[in-house]
Structures are given as structure tokens and as C-alpha cells.
């Protein structure tokens, strides 16, 4: 450190170096930090994480509860309760809230004041960015967790897969948080407010959950809905999570998920920088 | 240029062209910004040398924001130059960026984050490890008063405190050139006066400063040389002295007791070949060229049988700088 002190005079102050006092930061350290801070954040006030596990525990309770005493469809899987059946397809719904935390998460960013100061910084726009998605990419991981450890001690959820393969399912459901979170961060990038934000979840993300396998097999929706269902990228998500979590055919539309998502995660990131960039 | 104090025989900053911009820290040249029709800045021209305070004056919407932005690199210039501590803004943000600090209209902190940790985050970004990143946020904090309050969320801070907070953390990189954009803006008069000594400081080991401002008490106050900005366009700049001796024309200010008699002066007084204005309530402002002029307007006053009941006698200040030019370059837009 280059810095001096000034005599004690008040007010006393550092004398600025013909050389910068510090030496610069790489983007990783960027990403690195800034992740830090959004962590400590979220640490800091755990309520967001819990907050976000109401829905998704809710959602739980009501849908085994209530369709279960419907008597299962005619292509329902044997041997797979409904509880089994529909865990995997709430993991990925949380998966995609989680995402849309993401997004308004950059938003407060820019409303907070750190995002005006990261501007005149020697920062790349890129790496808030990217600390926004690691820490989506973490409270999914948490809340993953959670219900699955709640399903499993609480409600009864025996999955058939090994553990390897409930472990691979947890991590294509990361993956998919991952590239969602990065659409939404683009969202948040463009559209500067959680309103709007939290509008575009809602239109998008509701009506393709239930217009997919999430909560009954698609050969059992109305013919236009299995329809939908069948090009909706979420069945694709959803199936594949479900063959490696239970042990049931679904297990080829893990390749079209994985290429889906990482399409979408490519396209987001860009996107999201392009919009960030604007001046706030 | 004037009598501040330079840093010992600093080393000159890479990049800095021994032809031509010599110790100029900030310059602009024909700087432009258009939105779509309207000229946000019209060629700006200025040269801030190393160690002085540039005060840039102008009401809302004068553009001074806009060319903080561009000299901070967040906002390409339309056309034009601009070199901040020798490097192009087009050509090396970065290495501007690591070279300025910035306090903004508003407080650009963390406000999740505690007024520590906002120290530690920017020394951090700016390539600090963690243990210099800790000792700089404390040294910082102790010179900006901030040690108590330290530990507690900056959201929580008053404003007078989060815009000190604002200015540390602007210094964290000990930069050479230092934006102010408006500090002062709704801060109460002793962390007003707080904020322009902890300027001055600054200034006397050598930072260079632009600072912009409506206050023309603050630029009075801090900077060496002052420009006038007006719909974009710089339409004065000089020292504060030339700028008055050049435009600031010394007024009388009559005070009147009834509205008829405020118009009755007026008529009176143009009758005389005066150019009066109303002033504030009941009063009327007439320039004069000399001093003279005063037994000129006492004459005309009693001819048109109007008595003032007070009479007051004024040099000239920046406001009256800055009114003058803002009126004559309303009345060139119009034109």
C-alpha cells in the first residue's frame, strides 16, 4: 500500500499517489467479492431464503393432499407415489423462483446505490452479475436441501434412485435455477423494477408448470394441453430430474434439458451485460 | 496558476504525453452530448490543472451532471475530447477509473452493508488484500469521524453521515482527481461546512477537484477557477473576482412600503434611464454603473414624490454573476 498518512491536521487525509494505491482486482476476485457481500447480505437476513420455502412447502402440502385422494391416472408410473411423483417437478418450480430472486435481486442493486458506485469503479459490469447468479445458484442449493430433507423426514419421500442419481437430479435442478437466474438477471438488467419482474414470472413461469408433466403425466392432460406440454421446455427439465430421482423412462430428455438450459444461460448472460451496461 | 501547495515532486502518471497536456488533470475539448434533439452539452471546453478545484455552476439541468458522467467514463461523449489524469476517456476507462473518485447527487454505498464493510467491499475491488483492505477502511474511518458509527448499517446513517461515508469510500484508492457532483445537496450547514473542510484538505496535498455545484457560496469557497454552465453550454469561467469585475454589476436595493409605490419607482426609475428589477417582496433592484448613480436614483425617486424606506447599497456577488449570465443566455436562445 502506496497510501500516506497526512500529519495530524485536522482534517487529516491520505495524499493521492501518482500511482494508484491499490494494484487492481482480476474479474474473479470481482466475483469473488461481490458474492461475498451479497452472501453476508443474505446471511445477514435469513428471511429471504426462508420466505422462499413457504411456497414451494405449501404447494407440497396442497398438492399431496389434495390430488392424491383422486386415484392416480391411467399413465401414472407404478410403483411411484404421488408424493414421489410430484417432489422432483417442486424442486424445479423452486428452482425457478429462486431464478426470479435473482433478478430482483439486481434490481435492488441498482436502486441501493452500490451499483452507481461499481460504475465509476474499475469493475467489469460483468461480475455483479455474475456474484448475483453464484448467490441464486447457493439459496437454490439451500432450499433444495431443505425440502428434500423435509420431504424425506417428514412427508415420506422414497425415491428409488441411488444417490448418485438423486444427487445427479439435485444438480440438473441447480442447473436449471442456474440458467433461469440468468434470464431473470437479464430481465432485471433491462427492466430496472421488481414489478414487472415478478409480473414476467408469474405470466411465464405458472401456466408452463401446470402445461407440463410437473403435476400429471403428460399422455393424461387434454390432448391440447399434453400438446403444449410436450414442446414446454420445463416437461423436458422436469422429466429428467424425475427418471434420475425415481428410476422412470424419462431419462433421454435429460440431453434436450441440459443443451435447452445452457441455450438460455448463454443468451441471458449476454444479454444481461448488454442491458447492464446502459447508463442507470 | 496560484499558490497550492503540490504533493513532493510527484511521479508523472504512465500515459500522461509530455507534449501538450503538461499537468492538466481533467480536459475537455468540445465535449458534446446530444439525446435525440436536445443538446445536453454543447461543446464544453476546460482544463483543470493538477492540485486546483474546477467549480462547474449551473441550475438543474444545466448539463453539469452529464459531464461529471462523461468524465467518469459512465457516459460516451456524443464528440469531443476529454483526458482525466492524461487518459482519454474513450481509450481507458479503466485506468481512469482507477484513478478518480466519485460522490455523487446521492449516496453511492452499500446500504445493506455497514459503513466498515463498504470500505473493505471498494479497497477489495480495487486490488487490495484483505488485511491492507481492513487497515485502509480504519484509517479511513478515523479520519472521517465515522469510527462509532462503523459496525451499524449504512442505511441506517443520517444523511450528513452516509454522504461522509459516500466521500471515504470515494477516496478509498487515494485518487488524483475527485468528482463532486453536487455534495452538499440537502446536507444541513454544519455538515455542509464539515464536508468543504475535509475538501480543503484534500486539495492541499495535492488532489485535483471538480466539483460541481448550485451554491455559489460552495464555489466561492472552494474553487480556484469557476465555470458557468447553461443549457449545456459553458457561458462564463474565471476566477471568482474576474467573473464578478467582468459581469457583476453593483446594485441598489430600494425597499418600498406599498406595491403602488414599488411601480411608481420602477416608472420613475426607467424614466431615468435605469434598467430596475422587482426583487423580493417590495423591493426594487436597480444596477448602477457607478456610485454616483445613487444620488441619481434618490432624485428620481423624489420627483415621482415616492419615498424608499430603505435603501441599501450592494457589491456584486456570484449570484448576481450567475443571474446576469443566466438571463443573457435565455434571452440568446430566444433570440
Known amino acids: ?280 | 496558476m496560484n499558490g497550492l501547495h503540490l504533493p513532493p515532486a510527484p511521479l508523472p502518471a504512465p500515459g500522461v504525453s509530455a507534449a501538450g497536456s503538461g499537468d492538466l488533470m481533467i480536459e475537455a475539448e468540445g465535449v458534446s452530448k446530444v439525446y435525440g434533439t436536445v443538446h445536453a452539452l454543447d461543446s464544453v471546453s476546460l482544463a483543470v490543472p493538477r492540485g486546483t478545484v474546477l467549480g462547474l455552476l449551473g441550475h438543474n439541468g444545466a448539463g453539469k451532471t452529464t459531464l461529471v458522467d462523461i468524465l467518469t467514463t459512465a457516459l460516451p461523449p456524443t464528440s469531443g475530447r476529454a483526458r482525466v489524469a492524461g487518459y482519454d476517456v474513450a481509450d481507458k476507462p479503466v485506468e481512469i477509473r482507477r484513478r478518480i473518485g466519485l460522490t455523487g447527487q446521492f449516496a453511492s454505498v452499500d446500504a445493506q452493508l455497514s459503513g466498515y464493510d463498504n470500505l473493505v467491499l471498494i479497497a477489495r475491488l480495487l486490488g487490495a488484500g484483505r488485511r491492507a483492505a481492513r487497515v485502509r477502511a480504519r484509517e479511513l474511518l478515523e479520519l472521517f469521524r465515522l469510527t462509532e458509527v462503523a459496525d451499524r448499517r449504512a442505511s441506517s446513517y443520517s444523511g450528513g453521515l452516509r454522504r461522509r461515508l459516500d466521500l471515504a469510500v470515494s477516496l478509498v484508492g487515494a485518487p488524483e482527481v475527485l468528482f463532486l457532483d453536487e455534495p452538499t445537496t440537502g446536507l444541513d450547514p454544519s455538515s455542509r461546512i464539515n464536508l468543504w473542510e475535509i475538501v480543503e484538505g484534500l486539495v492541499e496535498q495535492g488532489t485535483t477537484v471538480l466539483l460541481t455545484t448550485q451554491y455559489l457560496e460552495e464555489a466561492d469557497r472552494l474553487a480556484d477557477r469557476i465555470a458557468v454552465l447553461s443549457a449545456g453550454r459553458v457561458v462564463a469561467a474565471g476566477t471568482a473576482p474576474e467573473l464578478k469585475a467582468t459581469v457583476g454589476r453593483r446594485t441598489v436595493t430600494l425597499t418600498l412600503e406599498t406595491g403602488e409605490d414599488v411601480s411608481a419607482a420602477r416608472t420613475a426609475l426607467r424614466g431615468a434611464g435605469f434598467a430596475p428589477v422587482d426583487g423580493e417582496a417590495r423591493t426594487v433592484v436597480v444596477p448602477i454603473d457607478a456610485t454616483r448613480e445613487i444620488a441619481d436614483i434618490i432624485r428620481s425617486l423624489d420627483q415621482a414624490g415616492v419615498e424608499a424606506s430603505e435603501l441599501n447599497f450592494g457589491e456584486p456577488t456570484l449570484d448576481d454573476v450567475y443571474l446576469t449570465l443566466a438571463e443573457q443566455a435565455a434571452g440568446r436562445t430566444r433570440a
Open chain 1, 1 to 280: 500500500m502506496t497510501t500516506q498518512l497526512a500529519p495530524p491536521l485536522p482534517p487529516a487525509v491520505p495524499r493521492p499517489a501518482a500511482v494508484p494505491a491499490f494494484g487492481g482486482s482480476s474479474l474473479l476476485t470481482q466475483i469473488r467479492v461481490l458474492t461475498g457481500r451479497s452472501l453476508r447480505a443474505m446471511v445477514t437476513d435469513p428471511g429471504i431464503v426462508l420466505f422462499g420455502l413457504i411456497q414451494p412447502v405449501v404447494i407440497l402440502f396442497v398438492l399431496t393432499q389434495v390430488f392424491s385422494k383422486m386415484g392416480m391416472p391411467p399413465h401414472f408410473p407404478d410403483g411411484v407415489s404421488y408424493l414421489d411423483y410430484v417432489l422432483p417437478a417442486v424442486l424445479v418450480d423452486n428452482a425457478a423462483q429462486s431464478a426470479m430472486q435473482s433478478g430482483v435481486g439486481l434490481v435492488e442493486d441498482q436502486k441501493n446505490g452500490i451499483v452507481a458506485r461499481l460504475r465509476s469503479l474499475p469493475v467489469h459490469p460483468g461480475a455483479l452479475l455474475a456474484a448475483r447468479s453464484l448467490v441464486g445458484l447457493v439459496r437454490s442449493a439451500v432450499q433444495v436441501a431443505v425440502i428434500m430433507a423435509l420431504a424425506m423426514t417428514v412427508l415420506g419421500y422414497s425415491p428409488n434412485g441411488g444417490a448418485a442419481e438423486l444427487a445427479l437430479s439435485a444438480g440438473l435442478t441447480l442447473f436449471i435455477s442456474f440458467s433461469l437466474g440468468w434470464a431473470f438477471i437479464a430481465a432485471g438488467a433491462w427492466l430496472r423494477r421488481a414489478e414487472p419482474l415478478q409480473n414476467l414470472a408469474l405470466i411465464v413461469i405458472f401456466p408452463l408448470m401446470f402445461a407440463s408433466s410437473a403435476y400429471v403425466p403428460v399422455a393424461d392432460l387434454p390432448s391440447w394441453l399434453g400438446a403444449v406440454a410436450s414442446v414446454n421446455p420445463l416437461t423436458y427439465a422436469i422429466d429428467a430430474t424425475r427418471a434420475l430421482a425415481l428410476d422412470v423412462p424419462g431419462l433421454d430428455h435429460a440431453i434436450p434439458a441440459v443443451v435447452i438450459c445452457a441455450v438460455i444461460a448463454v443468451v441471458g448472460m449476454i444479454t444481461a451485460v448488454r442491458g447492464f451496461r446502459r447508463p442507470l
